[in-house]
């Protein structure tokens, strides 16, 4: 087993973070996504810049329209 190393964190990403990389690997742009989601575009662009929590909630009903699991998007790095 000496022959393995662990692997190394590349990069740090944020909850908002994450859900506008979803977002955009979807091709939904963020008018589109708050349609989806009932979460107004202002919130959304907030969420994606760091101003607001993503909070559970919200995670729960963004992963719902986005497809994904809510830990991708609450906890990005693992």
């Known amino acids: 087993m000496k022959q393995f190393h662990p692997a190394k964190k590349r990069i ?4 908002g973070e994450s859900v506008r990389i979803i977002r955009e690997l979807q091709g939904f742009s963020q008018n589109q996504l708050a349609q ?3 979460i ?3 919130t959304l662009s907030a969420i994606e810049n760091g101003r607001v929590r993503l909070g559970v909630e919200r995670a729960k009903v963004l992963a719902r329209a986005l497809r994904c ?3 991708v998007l609450v906890f990005p790095p693992w």
């Not at 740090?12 to 909850?15: G, L």
């Open 40 to 42: 107004p575009q202002a």
């Open 36 to 38: 989806l989601s009932g």
């Open 69 to 71: 699991h809510p830990a």
């Open 12 to 15: 740090e990403v944020s909850p």
